[in-house]
């Protein structure tokens, strides 16, 4: 199987199915829900894959480059950025695009899940965040004593929990509110995404490097870390939406911003009051 073949069967395909369900609902005016309106949703989600790319680009070439992972030759075009191939680039915006479509489908027919519920407690923002900084801890100390079976998964999580970590810290309690949007949407494209995974490696299409791997396997096909990747990724994107769309996320912006606003003020007229 082709990278492409792959991205085009497993991708492609239902990212249309996606959205051509979109155009019959804006056709028959089914809507996001107004607390999901905060700005338009291709933009949102256009958005959250340049992050992706950004932030994955360099992480990515890395792996590729100290051969944590590599690709079959002959099954991808050649044309590479970096180490990596176009084809990988490509899977970056497709995944976001499919996860996050996903998850607005889902939040056009199922509104009353979230309108339903309320806003978490804020202070679990930062005791979340804070077991999430000690868990990256431990994979930089993986990484630095050199465990090299654990390579692969020290260097997917401390990849992984810097941005999860920033969302969580601005808007758990957000998430909180719409969390069966984001259970539901995680649990179905991970699991689809790994199986996808899986016949890839079954047919070479890709190579997770066996001594830089803990070689447990899901199926007796799937490495563990692949598992992983597609969870973290799609929570990144899914959260990442999810905190985009929000009115209650906007409100929240503003309001940081101006208090920054007001503090500036505040030093200002301190320094010329001194002076």
């Given at each position: 199987m082709t990278y492409f073949g792959f991205l085009g069967v497993f991708l492609?395909?239902?990212?249309?199915v996606l959205l051509l369900l979109h155009f019959f609902d804006t056709k028959s005016k089914l809507m996001l829900p107004a607390s999901w309106q905060s700005w338009s949703s291709w933009k949102v989600i256009s958005v959250q894959a340049l992050i992706a790319v950004i932030y994955t680009t360099p992480w990515d070439n890395y792996l590729v480059a100290t051969r944590t992972w590599w690709y079959n030759p002959g099954l991808v075009t050649g044309f590479l950025i970096g180490?990596?191939?176009i084809e990988e680039y490509t899977f970056f915006v497709?995944?976001?695009f499919l996860t996050g479509t996903f998850l607005l489908l889902l939040v056009r027919h199922r509104p009353l899940w979230g309108e339903r519920e309320t806003v978490g407690n804020a202070?679990?923002?930062?005791?979340?965040t804070g077991f999430l900084a000690i868990l990256w801890l431990f994979f930089v100390v993986m990484l630095i004593v050199g465990w090299k079976q654990g390579t692969y998964l020290a260097l997917l999580m401390v990849?992984?929990?810097?941005p999860l970590m920033l969302q969580t810290a601005f808007g758990l309690d957000i998430l909180w509110k719409y969390r069966r949007y984001?259970?539901?949407t995680v649990v179905s494209m991970t699991i689809y995404l790994a199986a996808a995974d899986m016949l890839a490696i079954s047919s070479g299409t890709w190579t997770i490097d066996p001594e830089q791997s803990l070689n447990i396997f899901l199926l007796g096909k799937l490495p563990i870390e692949e598992f992983i990747f597609f969870l973290m990724t799609n929570v990144l994107v899914v959260v990442g939406v999810t905190l985009l769309s929000s009115t209650i996320s906007r409100e929240r912006i503003i309001n940081i911003w101006q208090a920054i606003k007001l503090r500036r003020k505040e030093v200002d007229r301190?320094?010329?009051?001194?002076?």
């Open positions: 492609i395909v239902p990212l249309a180490y990596v191939p497709l995944q976001t202070n679990w923002r930062w005791l979340v990849w992984a929990l810097p984001v259970v539901v301190h320094y010329e009051a001194s002076s």
